[in-house]
């Protein structure tokens, strides 16, 4: 940017300011974001030459082939193909020579190829990997097609096509893929439209909150990762590569009659990096579990952190909402503090029975004297330019650089720095400030482009790690604070990340509604349909992009996520009754419950008071549910969160179906998304459903239409379903929910093993229905024992007892 754009920029932001892009923010701020994009551009000058003129490159035909355990390489005139399917069944391969290795998105080593898998010739001089669950075909001309074993195709991608700068340098690539008509997209991380992933163009990098992010706006977690559901089968896709890229999907079209069908398309189109990918297929359940395996499985929170945790604020904050939790007997498991809350906070805290969390930004203010960015020179670990200066940016106000934790040496010292900034007595950290891409107030990235970085030690620039770079960050955080507490699981919740942020911690989504300080919401506030007075705050739409975000996410592989809860600007606090109730009312379903933002339940009246009051509770009773579903999530991968189609991805209605989720296998939960709503309809899978409140009966699949008074929302338990609660004295207590006559079910229960490294231990429950008594008995290894714990029987008609 030279001087005339500088000055072009200074007399556009009236005009930038009045398109809402800067709102809120004063011209100061909105020159330091010129000022910013100045020293970004002008650092990139310094970086590498422009591409240039660039040659474009096919694969070209097929002229031979090798074999290789579990596969083989595929040569063609101008590139080859490696394949090698893993004895889970997971399909890997990669073409210019990519391996599987090294890999960001890998939580170990690559597992074993299966001796079972072949290359063998195909038809039309093709070749052929062949293995028990899946078949991978290669045409002579370089397209790859996945295969069940019965012939099925589930994905086709076409021959590839690469842009190489004459000059030398990172390849642009494009890839085009083909999946059945009746085909629906799923994931590419947190997603504010979904979670079916409708016609367009999602961009594959991350943003902030006002970046041009394509379909479904910005989002500072994105994943080159899509879950594709058909009625042949199920499979997901990863394309490992950190480089920013879109995906433009379409959906396809089933012909009429004689009619064609045209098929589902993705187009892929990365700005570099390796083109190589992973395949899984099954059912959703398996696909997770053998994604969970190659991604490293998710961390398991301490089971404080799954009761009702608060934004809070600075240290004043911090100390008026605890008060005002305990003086009306709500519960409150955690708070959030924001810079330094001192030892008179803490102690007000501990007192309360709360644990504080402080928020941390991973940017370092670069002042002479300060010990941390001292410390930092010396051992030369922030990101610098191509002229080996330091790159200083920061979303606010000063000047900030960035530590390079792409590099393994800088990562472990800034998780000591990481776990220091937490202090004595705080139990986690949440890092706010740990995605650099989309840092400003109009989502501009903070590190330019050309800045150099070593990712995995090997060198390179920012281009290339910009994704990561959360993920990377989460990492350095959760091995700080386990050298700090090695006795205890660390609690992290990461802004941004990437593919295996999953294994360091959870997903905050920052704040519905607020289009300054977070991504979740769409920024703009609805009035309610019937005009009520303090409306003007409430933001609808935002309850369905965290719905639609949480559910993304877990279809990635990160099961533990949430939003915090605005109101139209956090100090605004302009939002109606009936919002934040509705909004309190789904959080409490979610993986993550975080309340605050806005104003408290008590400002609106005694009747919203109630209501939060009974949300917090169901919380605190289904604690034992979610410690059970916290550690499946581990053991298996499957989500908490789970689309309704999660066990029947056949069904087209429920995949089509977004407005609704399963709470693991046993809960139906079917939130308000709009205003003056007192009855809404759900779609239920097969089987029996019991309303938990008025225990109604309904049968599935169909479509039904339930009650959702104002002062709950509908949650349906499946009949045969094992639900671990809370007792009224503590303990834990079965609640079953009666099979329908002459059926059976069943449920897992996982007891709290405590916030330490002890071995989870798992207990199966049996549940079948006979001469009109529901039985429940416990499963183990020796044999079918009666259950220990107490048992409570709902949802059957004339009462039954158990034994």
Known sequence: MDGCELVCSVRSLRWLRGLGRLRGFGARRALRAVRRVWRRRRTDAWGPAPRGAERARVPGPVSGAEALPGGGVVRFARSALRIRIAAGGAVFWGWDGAGPEPSYGLGGPVPEADPRAGLEPDTDGGWRVVSRRVTVAVSRYGAVEVRTPGGVVLRRD??????????????RWLLRTEVAADARFFGVGGRGSGPRLRDGTYRIGNTGPGAAGGAGGPSPVTMPVQM???????????????WDGRVALREGA?????????????????EGGPLRCWVVVGTPARVLARWSRLAGPAAVPPSWALGVQHAGGDGAAVRRVVAGYRERGLPLSAVHLTGR????????????????????????????????YEEGRRLGAFVRDGRGREVRGGPWSGEYVYPDVTDPAVR????????ERSGAGSAGVVLAGNGPAGGGPSGEPVLPRSARQVPAGRGGDHGGARQVYGAAAARAGYEGLRRLRPGERPFLLSRAGWVGMQRYGGAWAGWVGDERLGWAGDGRPSRAEDGRPGGAGDDWP????????????????????GAGGGAGGRAEGRASPEWCLRRLQLGAYLPLFLTGGGREPWEFGPEVLDGARAVLRERERLRPYLVTLAHVARLTGSPWVRPVWWGAPEDRALRDCGDAFLLGDALLVAPVLEPGVVRRAVRLPRGRWYDTVTGRAYEGPGRVVVEAPPERIPVLARAGSVVPVRGADGGVELEVWAPSTGRKGGGLVVPDPGDGWARAEVERYAVRSADGRVVVKQVRGDGVVAPVRPVRVRGSADGADQR
Do not use: K, N
């Open 542 to 561: 935002g309850l369905r992009t965290v719905l639609s975000l949480v559910l993304g996410l877990g279809l990635c592989g990160v099961p533990f996520a």
């Open 158 to 171: 076409l021959p590839p096509r690469w842009w190489e700068p004459v000059g030398g340098g990172p390849a």
């Open 412 to 419: 472990r010292w800034w998780g000591g720095v990481c776990a």
């Open 341 to 372: 809350g001192g030892a008179v906070v803490r102690e007000v805290v501990a007192g309360a029975g709360v644990r504080l969390v402080p928020v941390v930004d991973p940017a370092v203010r670069a002042e002479r004297g300060d010990p941390v």
């Open 228 to 242: 594709v559901v058909a009625d042949a089968g199920t499979h997901l896709v990863f394309h490992d590569t950190t």
């Open 254 to 270: 089933e012909g009429g009659g004689s009619g064609h069908d045209r098929p589902g398309t993705a187009a892929l189109r990365m």
